[in-house]
């Protein structure tokens, strides 16, 4: 009898170590994905969908059959062994039985098995469902949670690792939008001492034109005094038409009016207020109204884009200029 026993001790044994190694494979994309191809007509993607719905209950029917495989293999080498023998050798068996069943010709065994069975054990678990989820364990981990995103930081790291399915400028546009309201005013603005401004009594001769042209910015602000008192912006543009031969003072050609925005500011704010007063410029002063730096509506979309904004062409109100250029796909 006692050879009977430790047979059927060899037998439960073999068949823990089998279904143990036992390790279904998963698809790399998540159920929403799978679904969203499905509805496009992928077939193939269709029959994986269908399969990962149904992976957590056959990983819960294999752990059921691991459950009852050891307290059977405990049984039978009490029964083969004697108590004392027994008890150790079930205890050996319940402590190393994952690790055995990682040994290569178990692992290469169980795949061989499983691909003779997997469709016959879905089969049975799609028709009997319902009993199965009876004994699903709550820590059986499904499609769902096994991509569930912890953090922006994880997400950025999966659009960074997504190789070819977004182009390097979508990678820099999501990656960028994720932290642009976590941006401050004073992140990308020019600070005071990099400021170039012009006085309101500044004569538009010339040689200050030239000069101005020169500095590279379309637009200045222009002070009384100095930088905290700014009164308003001298639009280059509109200096090219100037009458030069007649004494023009910066603060006779400037826009009177001049916006203001909090260095303590996110970029998220700063967008919404470009927006609001169709600005392209706005002065940045702190909690005690005192100019820290100035800021420009390229800055905040070159910062949300993540590249620089390169543009042949300024003049977007002149039809020729704008139906002769080339348009880059970037």
Known sequence: MQTLYLALFITTFTALLVIAAIRLPRSEFS????????????KNARRVFSREKLIGNVISLQRIFIAILLVDTSIFGILAFGWLIGIVISLVVALTYESIARLNFIKFLSRKINDRTERAIFKFVRKHRIIVKLFRGASTVDNQNRLQLGSRE???HLIAESGSVFSDDDKSLITNSLTFNNQLIKSIMIPRDKINSIDRNEFLGPLALNDLHKIGHSRLPVIKGDLNRIIGILNLKNLLTLDTKRSTTAEKAMEPKAYYIREDQTLYQGLVAFSHTHQHLMVVINEAKETVGIVVLKDIIEALLGRKIVDEFDDYDDPRAVATQKIINH
């Not at 159920?31 to 992928?42: A, K, N």
Request: overall charge negative.
């Open 154 to 156: 994880e997400l950025q």
């Open 31 to 42: 159920l929403f994905e799978l679904e969203h191809r499905s509805g496009t007509g992928d």
